[in-house]
């Protein structure tokens, strides 16, 4: 009987399915679909007129009709699609030469999306609020859709004012401001924590006051002095109001306006205001006294103390735990166990424990310092004092001292938590992973396999038994000998073991007798067996394995010995008794098969009813196969690929070329030689095409390709098989063979989002991987087809000029004659479906496809194993629930990954970070309550994806990191739903190796970062979770980007203090006339930095590897650990984890203040081509033809600022500044860091022949036709991404700028005082003042504006010799007879002057004049003037020996300078400056005069302090060319040397002095060409012979 209800829930389902089919993007507002179905579901109507208000449309492809859309998707889903197109786009046009789509976003939106632009959530949340809904969906009459009878709104859905009830002035909510206040929204309880603490520590390290009767400023007790920490919840309260009214919109201030949150409001400003009146009340009562307090207060001091403190504490708790407004809370959260709470609690407590202690200590020897020095302690100081003195020159130094010095130790406080949640997280990762594996460190995993395998994972084997090994009796499944045979065939067949090692540690399953079977070739056919599925890229044939179901005869492997730890430490290899036949990534995945099976899983689904999966990949532009063209592209100064690739898995290349002669299309291949192989395996030129085909099928499987994703993810299908041979129950009817099928529980989908404009190559490739991969392989794209005449009834966008469609092909699809196969599935969309930043929509079109209950993101950078796929049905185990709808199905489960691309430095480095990342912190923030998804390898519950939008989104520029706001949304849905961490399940994954391409993808992640701060699910998750939760959260993903801001700003902040101090101190000739400490300024300040500097500093280090070390020595031991760790630190990783954050830092402030987040492209290829400086020299030497290098990349995110700490540090030397060595290694190596580290990891930078390029490049970059290309690169990179004037003036470097400037300028003035105070009768301050504090722009303005002035004077002398020339060729005279040049000339003179009239409005600086100084000219001559503006002034001071004085005024000087040239670029960022004309030429040219001198000078003092570097690299190839330095630090082994053309010639025809021409010869005679056709020597040759 169906159960009472059943009819109507699959109903409900079926309906959503369906509207959820064809939504398109819409899915992305999954509130929008369920309202569609609500009324669909409620509808009477029967017809498509009564529906629509339209006959139904029959037109389909292929028919003789012209195609038209759905009536549902024309009239209900493309109307609200047009709505969102129109929000953010103006049209998508069509490429005529590529015939790709190009959209085009709107004016202004080109960066980012306004804040008061509607997106994806706005909309969605409009169908979450009930009474908002009412009164928003209005019809085309007027009428109120809410009005009509339920069972009618349906049939009204299509007479909807979509345009206006989606208006998004109406529906936003959530402001994404790109603004400071932003920030300070969701992360204020982070703040005020460390505001609280901060101030605890130093009213805790301040000793007792003596204020000589008179009442201090901070009180005169410490009870006094912690009462005030009670002022920062009126403070705290203050920012977070303003913070709140900058990020909502104004619409959602006056909806929520209601008389409780009026209620509420002013209960929340009681609460902060009150700590205002009992602190008054409490310096009342201490500054009256117990005697007279009586007649001023009827309370005793101890009474206004206690409740101050209450009211005090009571608003900062209900600041830090109470979560915030009723509207951050649409869900319910999934409650937190207790346990858990307490853990998460004791953590924190804990950890800021231990962080305030280390404080203590550094803040002792700040006030130390500040005691030294007799600066003034401003909490200390008599208010009778401050009155008297504040207005003094030498008072407001002091303070400005004080104020430095504590600036810098609470910017150093709050740098440093995220470095000790790090460490925090390495002690409770090992602790808890230590938890779940029993006897960890004693036992021998290896050995277990088979009991723990049989017992796990083949729970439900039809038959056990035992097998007598070593004196001791094994128990374990039958089965297990024939799995473990085929596991170790798949590591044969991936050319991990050769065929010895395969023998010596298999069962020896057979099924005729004989010993291992011998691998076939082939292609691989789609069979249920797992016998012929192993590795897809090489095949297997079907009969050379046996199925699990034959007889064996077995003998036990040697690596399952159980062998004491001694034998094993001695022995150094657990899978053979020679180590050298061990390869190391065998070694690790058996280990680690053996530590997963050593861990808790649940209980696995039991074939046949493991529920369905698909894997998805998304695929852009990445490479489908390697070819070898890619492989083998060697010039003459390269290494070619396939070499870097052979080198590096040396091993497994001899493995394959043994393998290769079983193959008979290996051996018997056309042109191959008679022994299938040359005798050298570096020979490339001599293989055969097919073998060829071989050697690429071979490299892909080791560099970052589809193709290796693919047929790793494939296994999944054998794998499945597998288990069922296994378990099925041979007396059930569902072993029978046609019962079922891996097929109907495994798709593996590729969403190519450009395959419909793939090239002919791509293509076939794309081809060859569908026929050789089992038909679960589907490949879903996007096509297009132009619109027709039915479009305008069908509502397709009027400014889109196609239909879309969602396709689907697999292996049996007809091949058309294009080479594309004809789509089996055809879905068409609401309009062009790429709106966001495109992986997000790829994944989101390709949804509709995937079959199963779950799904796994999987990049198209990943691989697969086979032994851990056989845990497949373990891991999908975490999901069985007794009953439906239970809390255990509604979770993602995170999984960890290997990292595979440890090629080179660089790549060992971001190999190391990813897999600390992806192993023991993500299972510290799993049990933190932070971790949340990130795209892979993730597997989630479709079902649950699909009801919140999708397993991403696709906001444009808002979503740049998509795949995290899934598990956001997943974890403010609540009602059950868990993200958790499991670790016995492992994915490979590829990294990007080369330095840029490393430093590309964190500027995306952190640009991503930034954006993903100003979300509404970022401000909700800070405000309603709890304490906690809330900082792992924050320090788990954005406090993470923006710890790094910090620790790049660190050094620059610690220098400065350092500078200013020293500067402030007196004068060391003239100590004895001013007001100075019993120490002197760089002994105190040396104190404070070996504080900081010292062994604090070295355990942030030391923290910083912790996790990496930590996992190592659990996955590989503590030698293996050690070394790796040492390795890094030898070849560099401080200088580019340094230089690492400095990127971060930038991209994320950038992003914070700028935004134009973008996807970035980073390529994963190896690290073996070089960068250039500046860019690639075009052939004839007069410009650069490609712009770009690694000065022209890192200018602005490293350079400028290294040149400035570099001068900081030479004047803090300059005055005196003295510290410990540790403290100088961290400054230097700051520095040292900035400048080089992109030019230690470049790949042949000193090369002498290279280094002359750059040389000519750089010469031509800068000084060549006008700097042309200069002003190019600096309006387009760093002047007009940034905002203009009005925004230049609030921005916080503005603020920054005038705080700086406040602060010397204080010092500057005192300094002035002292000086004209001692040489009164021959100085006169005002005019030394007037001069030292003026800015120093006056010459070279009026420079500026003579040039401008010469410049339009020539520029109407040519207008008027061209107009006397035009008029004269008018009358017909032949007086004037004009050049040919001049002609030419006039005419290019005119179209250029027709095309600037013709340039649009938009703010375009365009280079200089023709008839103008030349700019390096003007730059010169501008340095020059304004340096002497700047020295002249103070020649006074100088002359006196005032050192001290001469530092202050020069940097007060160029930090004025510096604030007018930042105005003076917003001023040239203005829209109107286009309409100024001439008038701005002269600012112009004073700004690009001065920034141009900039990047001459740094780039020159890099260019030549690395010349240097090229000299020792000459002196190393001269002296020991088997060993580069340089080469070794890159790679870490000893460099491949390119092979030129002699070189090969060599190697075809072996060694002697006519090699050469015996080579030219055998060409000559055979035609065969060889490595390179080397024309030289053919011709050398055919001399010869005449």
Known sequence: AVPAGAATQLAEVAVFLLIWGEAGNLRFMPEVLYLLTELALASEGASPADLYGAAAQVGRSGSAAPFSSSLFLAKIIRPMYNVVFDAWYDCVDVDTGSGRDIKRLRKGYETYLPPDAANYDDWN?????????????????????????????????????????LDPYEVKTHREVHSMWAVFAPTHRIWLLHAILFCVGLCLITPAPNGGGSELLQGNSLAVRLAAIGLLVPVHGLLRSIAQWHITSRKALWWRCSLGAVARGLCWTAISAAPIATYAAVRLADYHGAADLSAVLPVTFTQALVVHYVVSSVGLLAQLLIPGAKADKLWDLTPVPVHKKVLRYLFWAVLLAVKMTVSLVIFRAVWEEMVALDTVKLGQEPLSEITRFWYSSSWAVNVVVWLVLWFMSAFLFVADTGVWYQAGCTFLGVASILARRQNFAVERAISKIPERFSRRVFTYSSSGGTMQHDERAENFSTFFPKMWDRIMESMHREDKCGWDLLREQSFGVHSSGTAVPSTGTGTPSDTRSIGSDFMMHQGAEEGDMATLSEEFVAKMPGMFNRNSLLRLATQGSFVTKQPSKANAEMQWRLNSFARCLGMNMPRPFRAPYIPGITVLIPHFQEDILASKAELYNGSENTVPLIDWIKARYSDEFDAFRARMQRHPAWVGSPGAASSGTPADGCEWASYT??????????????????????SGMCMYQSVLQSHYEAQADERSALSAPDVWDPLDCFTCLVSMQLY????????????????????????????????????????????????????????????????????????????????????????????PFMRGSFCQCIDSNQGAYLEQMLLLPCVLGEFRTRHRGESQSKRIIGLPEHITSDLGTVGDFAAGSELAFGTVLQRSHALLGARMHYGHPDIMNKQYMIQQGGVSKATKTLNLSEDI???????????????????YFYLSKGRDLGFNAVMGFFSKLSSGTGEQILTRQMYRLGQILSLPESLSFYYAHAGYYITQCFIALSMPVVVTSWLMVLSADCEDSFRSFMNCGHASSGEAMAAMLSAWCSWVMVFFLIAQTMPLFVQVWMEMGLRSAIWRVAKQWLTGSWSFFIFQAKVVGFYTLNELRYGGAAYVSTGRGLPTQRSPFVGQLSADGSRVERVGGLYLDYAMLAYYDAMQLLFCAVFAAYLGGIAGPVAWFFVIATIFSWFYAPFMFNPYQFSKRHFKEDLRSWWAFFFKNGSSQWVDWYTRVQLMPRRGLCHAVWDITAFLSYFCLAVWFAIVDLKLHYFQNIFAPEVSRAPLAALALCPPIALPLVYCAAAALVERAAACCRCCRRAKKQSARQLGGDVCQLDAATSEGSARNAENEAAEDDASVEPKISGPPACSVPLPLSAALVVALVSAEMALPLYQLAAQGWQRAVVAGLILKFLIFRLVLFLAEGALRCRHVNTMGPFLRPLQLFVHSV???????????????????????????????????????????????????????????????????????????????????????????NLRTK
Not at 689 to 710: G, P
Request: net charge neutral; with cysteine; aromatic share 10%.
């Open 756 to 847: 419909n404009g793939f090239s002919t190559k791509q293509l076939d490739q794309t081809n060859r991987m569908l026929d050789a991969f089992p038909s679960s392989l589907k490949v879903a794209y996007i096509d297009s087809a132009e619109k027709n005449i039915t479009a305008e009834v069908d509502g397709v966008h009027s400014r889109q000029r196609r239909r879309y469609f969602s396709c689907l092909i697999d292996r049996d699809c007809q091949v058309l004659e294009d080479n594309r196969r004809a789509p089996r599935l055809r879905v068409e969309l609401p309009g062009f479906p790429i709106l966001g930043d495109g992986k997000s929509d790829n994944q989101n079109h390709a949804i």
């Open 1491 to 1581: 920034q141009l001198a900039r990047d001459i000078f740094v780039s020159a003092f890099i260019f030549w302090t690395l010349a240097l570097g090229v000299v020792v690299h000459s002196l190393n190839e001269v002296l020991c060319p088997g060993c580069i330095l340089h080469q070794l630090l890159i790679y870490r082994a000893r460099p491949l040397r390119p092979t030129t053309d002699k070189e090969q010639i060599k190697l075809w025809m072996g060694t002697g002095p006519d090699d050469d021409l015996r080579w030219a010869a055998r060409q000559a005679r055979t035609g065969q060409p060889g490595p390179r056709n080397n024309m030289t020597v053919v011709a050398r040759w």
């Open 965 to 983: 706001f899934a598990g956001m949304d997943f974890k403010l849905r609540g009602n059950g739903r868990e993200i958790r961490h499991c670790e």
């Open 689 to 710: 095409d097919q073998q060829w085909e071989m050697i690429s099928l071979w490299a892909s499987m080791r560099t970052q390709t589809l193709w290796r994703t693919v």
């Open 125 to 165: 949340e409009l169908f979450c609020d009930p009474d908002r809904l009412v009164q928003g969906l209005v019809t085309d009459d007027g009428r109120y859709l809410f009005d009509l009878p339920h069972e009618r709104r349906f049939e009204s859905l299509h007479r909807l004012d979509w345009a206006g009830s």
